[in-house]
């Protein structure tokens, strides 16, 4: 980066900014449509919990299935060229779901068709895009500037929720589904528009074509990559296992709570269970913009391993914390509104440490990693960090129908305590 660039802010320089203001849109109509779906998965399917972890899991498994070839295609391509491209084909697909919602209301095989669907267009293009949007900040930033970056994405994801999940609990209770489609749809088309004037060259390929056996190929020296750098390994291997645990908690566990509250619980007058789960989202966000603000301002550092073990201890405790608190408040107390205040406290805590996870591991990763790599290596990441959430998904919707919501609390915090021993005992992290 030239001296020029480095004493402009970061909001400042062009690049950045473009990407950063679209990302921005786009994840505001993106909340809407995560926030919505598996409530309307729930309405039309009459609460089955089994069918939206279905429903999550074929999601997942189209994003981790093609994440790796998003990898390969984001370091021999331009990738600006492939957020603007995705980003299109996103939008126009979410539009189109929408007219389907409104044709097709009262047909509810063909409904459910087109959901999965959708799901399977949105994901696979997510696998395209994701890569490409996390190794195009090496290429737009100074290095020394990376930890602010992230500090400054991670905020804006923070403020996204809050904005995103409180109008789309407005717009979900009061316009419907089919206005939530619209407004993401439009969302991921203005982002697009957006990302077509960043200009700076970001294609790394080495000029061969791009064929199933150098794709393969290309897949494979990734994950030697990924695998050569023992530290970089180990952080991945771990959150493989706190997605895993994280993932149905979040996904299949609040929105089924949620959807399913009922009688007295706090500000039951007035306050929806969908309002609820924006509510919940939004502490958990706020913790999170909170975290994003104070490490944007601290000097950046070497090394972050150690920190990030003590963050995930804290992550497991509170887990724990949420358990306990379901079986006394919930179950033995027979109390809602008790729960739905130990989950305001939790969330915002858990937000918290979240963040300070996520924040220093991803500075380390981008500037561990070669310029060259950093699609392919970013997508191995991405895939082996996120392979077994397709089955936490589905495992989420078994539990809860089988055994409980509680037993799917137990389940996780069991698991996460497992991973954070697992963290504290590996001393390659402490190279990170």
């Known amino acids: 980066m030239t001296g020029e660039v480095k004493k402009k802010g970061l909001l400042r320089q062009k690049d950045f900014a473009l990407l950063f203001w679209g990302n921005f849109v786009s994840g505001v109509g993106n909340v809407f449509y995560s926030f919505a779906i598996s409530f309307y998965i729930l309405k039309i399917s009459g609460g089955n919990a089994m069918l939206q972890g279905v429903f999550l899991a074929v999601g997942g498994a189209v994003y981790l299935v093609f994440s790796p070839l998003g990898g390969v295609i984001a370091d021999r391509f331009d990738k600006a060229k492939i957020l603007y491209v995705t980003d299109f084909i996103r939008g126009g697909t979410i539009l189109a779901c929408g007219a389907a919602v409104l044709l097709l209301k009262d047909s509810y095989y063909a409904l459910i068709t087109v959901l999965f669907t959708v799901t399977v267009i949105l994901n696979l293009n997510g696998a395209m895009f994701s890569p490409a949007s996390s190794a195009i900040i090496k290429f737009v930033v100074d290095d020394s500037e990376v930890q602010k970056a992230s500090s400054l994405f991670s905020s804006s994801s923070s403020v996204i929720s809050i904005i995103g999940v409180l109008l789309a609990s407005v717009l979900y209770t009061t316009l419907g589904f089919f206005w939530i489609t619209v407004a993401d749809g439009v969302s991921y088309i203005l982002s697009a528009v957006s990302e077509t004037f960043i200009k700076c060259r970001t294609a790394q390929g080495d000029g061969t074509r791009l064929t199933l056996k150098t794709a393969v190929g290309d897949m494979i020296q990734g994950f030697r990559y990924v695998h050569g750098l023992k530290p970089v390994f180990a952080i991945t291997v771990i959150a493989l296992g706190v997605n895993f645990f994280l993932s149905p908690m979040y996904s299949n566990g609040f929105t089924y709570y949620c959807s399913g509250l009922t009688g007295d619980y706090l500000?039951?007058?007035?306050?929806?269970?969908?309002?609820?789960?924006?509510?919940?989202?939004?502490?958990?966000?706020?913790?999170?913009?909170?975290?994003?603000?104070?490490?944007?301002?601290q000097k950046q550092t070497d090394k972050c391993g150690k920190t990030a073990k003590a963050w995930l201890a804290v992550l497991a405790a509170l887990f724990v914390l949420l358990t306990s608190a379901w079986f006394v408040l919930r179950v033995m107390l027979e109390s809602d509104t008790y729960f739905?205040?130990?989950?305001?406290?939790?969330?915002?805590?858990?937000?918290?440490?979240?963040?300070?996870?996520?924040?220093?591991?991803?500075?380390?990763?981008?500037?561990?990693?070669d310029k060259d790599m950093i699609g392919k290596a970013g997508a191995v990441l991405s895939t082996l960090s996120q392979a077994l959430v397709p089955i936490a998904s589905f495992a989420g919707g078994a539990i809860i129908s089988g055994a409980g919501l509680g037993w799917l609390f137990v389940f996780s915090s069991a698991g996460m305590a497992a991973v954070t021993i697992y963290a504290l005992l590996n001393r390659s992290l402490n190279e990170l």
Request: charged content about 5%.
């Open 267 to 297: 500000f039951s007058e007035f306050m929806s269970g969908e309002t609820w789960l924006a509510v919940l989202q939004t502490v958990m966000s706020a913790g999170t913009l909170i975290a994003s603000a104070v490490i944007g301002m």
């Open 340 to 369: 739905l205040i130990s989950l305001l406290g939790i969330g915002a805590a858990a937000g918290i440490t979240l963040s300070n996870i996520n924040i220093r591991i991803n500075t380390a990763m981008i500037r561990t990693v």
